[in-house]
């Protein structure tokens, strides 16, 4: 899938939260309650990882790791849409100025 794509069904989708968001709570999340649910599951792809790995050993086997993983980047993409930022442009300035900085 190509990071235009990605980023494209990302902000429908989180649009459609913001839906139920309004039907619930009668507003849709802010950017910082966005970035908090970030936040939770990136802290659950690390106990994930761990439990992988054996030394944070869970009984529930749901929610996978590769589900989380997957989760956490459309977190991150409708955090940049929210923001204003082009996630193509983000991404490949940072992997850019990696690569500079490791050669």
Same mark, same amino acid.
């Given at each position: 899938? /190509? ?8 902000? +429908?989708? +989180? /649009?459609? =939260? ?10 849709p ?17 690390? +106990? ?5 790995q054996?030394s944070?050993?869970?009984?529930d ?5 590769? =589900?989380? %993983?997957? /989760?956490? %980047? ?6 940049? /849409? ?15 100025? +990696? ?5």
């Amino acid at each position: 899938m /190509e990071i235009k794509e990605l980023a494209n069904r990302s902000k +429908r989708i +989180r /649009e459609a =939260y913001h839906e139920l968001e309004r039907k619930q709570d009668g507003r849709p999340w802010s950017p910082e309650q966005d970035a908090l649910a970030f936040l939770t599951d990136a802290g659950l792809v690390g +106990r994930l990882v761990m439990d992988k790995q054996g030394s944070w050993p869970t009984s529930d086997p749901e929610p996978l790791l590769d =589900y989380k %993983i997957a /989760e956490n %980047i459309w977190w991150l993409s409708s955090i940049a /849409e929210a923001n204003g930022i082009d996630l193509e442009t983000a991404l490949n300035n940072f992997l850019k100025s +990696r690569e500079q900085h490791l050669n």
